[in-house]
């Protein structure tokens, strides 16, 4: 019987040694394919993290160049302000200058009556001519002079 089961066992271990390489040879085939695997997966894992980073990069540069955006909307926004309170400026000037004109006319109208009444007609030279001495009426030429200097120019 000793015989019959070493028989059996040597038998069944010439049977069996093709399937055991063929396992150990799928064993190492497996082992290879798996630190494969896990090859590409840390590529792939350092691909991921490489766009994470990137993505958070954008992510910050919009967000500044929003800040930025809303830096510039604000001064243009003052700016509009200021244009605004000049404009109404210019316009009260304006108004202001009109008013000024007018008045002005109706003086030199007035004077232009007044003057009739004077020995030359001339409100200057009258001015001039009814100084007391010499001295009076050189000092009402220069005065008179300096009168007409800002009329004359443009």
Known sequence: MKKRLIALAASSLLVLQPLMV?????????KQQMSS?????SKLLDQVNAMTKKVADLQKQVKDKDAKIK??????????????QMST?????QATVKARKAELKRQLRSLQKSAGDGVTG?????????????????GR????????RPIKMP
């Open 22 to 30: 063929t396992q150990a040879a799928s064993s190492d085939d497996i």
């Open 37 to 41: 695997n896990q090859d590409e997966a």
């Open 71 to 84: 830096d510039e909307e604000a001064k243009i926004q003052d700016l509009q302000t200021k244009l605004d």
């Open 89 to 93: 400026q210019i316009q009260d000037t």
């Open 122 to 138: 001339n409100v200057y030279t009258d001015f001039v001519l009814n100084g007391s001495d010499l001295a009076d009426v050189v």
């Open 141 to 148: 030429a220069f005065a008179v002079q300096k009168l007409v």
